[in-house]
């Protein structure tokens, strides 16, 4: 990746000394070599990275995070990636780095709004980025594809065919942008709704109904929605509706008695948005400013991310029904940064920002960050974004073998763009070659490690059931 401090001379190397880099990279790491997983003698223990990681988290939120992560052996994968990223540091790697996502599973990837109002499709989770090597997304991702197809309960082919295609179309994918001028691969974006056209003849009937909904369902999954769905009229006025522990509003985080506390707390937010203002471009700045701050909520958010702080704003416009929400989410330090080392950013909520500008096509116009000393006398950063913009995630658990097929495809040409905007396209292109061995190497690897998921899945459940964290299972 190049440098971005001012003080350092740039190298532009030639196309041909770009694809010398990555034919030397074989060298050092054969790509048959990535096929290669078996766990360490001195791993580190899954229970102990995950609890290490929760020392920080509200522990009033910590056993729904165990709720999650424990359903299936899939849920476990989406929560874990600080398990992954250990055993991935453990391992030689190629040395061609990108602007890794750090979390590049399956369910990382869906829709969302663009600035012109248009669904695209991409990576749409960023609070793991960091610098890093581009195997190591390619294998979360492969690996998050057996995992899945097991639970749907596929057949060997089918499981084979869905992680082959993802790795398959990266490869093919980053071979087309080691081609194309610069300008054109940051131009290059999927159009859900085109996609859509191209592909619905490969689904079943339902499928296609199931994303008809789905689409119309994500187009207005907006500020309104949110509106409706999480706000009610409290003396006159629109506050945020608590439905804990998912939403709890400001006003409830406190009981009657410590009405100080909640008045400090509210002060304390309503001054983070104030200074997460200076972060936006001015225009931006302007439009934020058009908007007055009205009430604050805690919201629960995601799987591994259950835990840390996380706060929505709901701020109102020209008049009562014009509203904008703010998500305020703390952004820790990547599980990327103990074994690719830090981002270059001081501000976590900032390496988020940037490393989701670097990585999507286009990105939420309000993204912004923040470090702030909390009201307990910590120091934590956030970064910024709209709540609800057209928010689109597709229905694993439903899909055919043939959808998921196609969806690998797609998530493997857009993780192949975001590392071509960040990386080196040509030198990871010559690496990979034309052939099918960093393929079928890939293959391997995911299933040996959808298996390691499923150890590390048992032990986990086994520890959290011996020390009385684990969730009691709901009918």
């Not at 707390?265 to 439009?287: F, G, K, N």
Request: with cysteine; aromatic share 8%; charged share 30%.
């Amino acid at each position: 990746m190049s440098s971005t401090h001012a003080n350092t001379p740039l190298v532009h190397l030639d196309p041909d000394q770009r694809a010398a880099i990555g034919r030397a990279a074989r060298a050092t790491v054969r790509r048959s070599s990535h096929a290669e997983w078996a766990a360490p003698a001195q791993r580190r223990d899954p229970h102990g990275l995950l609890a290490e990681q929760e020392q920080s988290r509200v522990d009033e939120l910590v056993p729904l995070r165990h709720e999650r992560m424990l359903v299936s052996p899939f849920t476990f994968y989406r929560g874990a990636a600080v398990i992954m990223a250990a055993d991935l540091g453990s391992q030689p790697d190629s040395g061609l780095r990108v602007q890794a996502c750090g979390d590049a599973h399956l369910s990382n990837f869906g829709g969302f709004a663009s600035p012109e109002r248009a669904l695209q499709f991409d990576i749409n989770d960023f609070d793991e980025t960091n610098p890093g090597p581009f195997e190591w997304d390619v294998k979360r991702l492969a690996t998050s594809f057996e995992i899945a197809a097991r639970s749907l309960g596929f057949t060997d082919k089918q499981k084979r065919a869905a992680v082959t295609n993802s790795v398959r179309a990266y490869r093919e994918a980053m071979a087309g942008f080691a081609g194309m001028t610069n300008l054109d691969v940051w131009y290059a974006h999927l159009d859900v709704e085109k996609l859509f056209s191209e592909y619905r003849s490969q689904a079943t009937p339902d499928e296609v109904k199931r994303f008809e909904k789905n689409l119309s369902k994500a187009q207005s999954k907006d500020n309104m929605k949110a509106f409706a769905k999480l706000t009610e009229v409290v003396d006159g006025e629109h506050r945020i509706r608590s439905d804990p522990p998912l939403v709890t509003s400001l006003r409830d985080l406190f009981d009657a008695t410590d009405a100080d506390a909640a008045e400090d707390l509210r002060t304390w937010l309503a001054d983070r948005v104030r200074v997460y203002r200076r972060s936006l471009q001015p225009d931006r700045r302007h439009l934020l400013e058009s908007y007055r701050l009205v009430d604050f909520g805690r919201k629960v958010v995601g799987v591994g991310s259950v835990g840390t702080r996380c706060w929505i704003a709901l701020m109102l416009g020209r008049d009562d029904v014009d509203p904008l929400f703010l998500q305020i989410k703390e952004a820790e330090a990547s599980v990327l940064e103990p074994y690719a080392g830090r981002s270059g950013f001081a501000n976590h909520g900032q390496r988020v920002v940037e490393g989701q500008r670097m990585l999507q096509t286009t990105s939420d116009i309000m993204l912004g960050w923040i470090r702030t000393e909390g009201v307990d006398g910590v120091e934590r950063d956030y970064y910024v974004r709209q709540l609800w913009d057209w928010k689109f995630s597709a229905d694993i658990d439903s899909m055919s073998a043939a959808t998921l097929d196609i969806y690998a495809k797609l998530c493997g040409w857009t993780l192949a763009r975001g590392h071509a905007r960040s990386g080196d396209r040509i030198a990871i292109a010559a690496y990979l070659g034309s052939g099918e061995a960093f393929d079928k190497a890939i293959g391997e690897f995911a299933v040996t490690y959808a298996d390691q998921n499923e150890r590390d899945y048992a032990a986990v459940t086994k520890a959290l059931k011996d020390t009385g964290d684990a969730p009691a299972v709901r009918s």
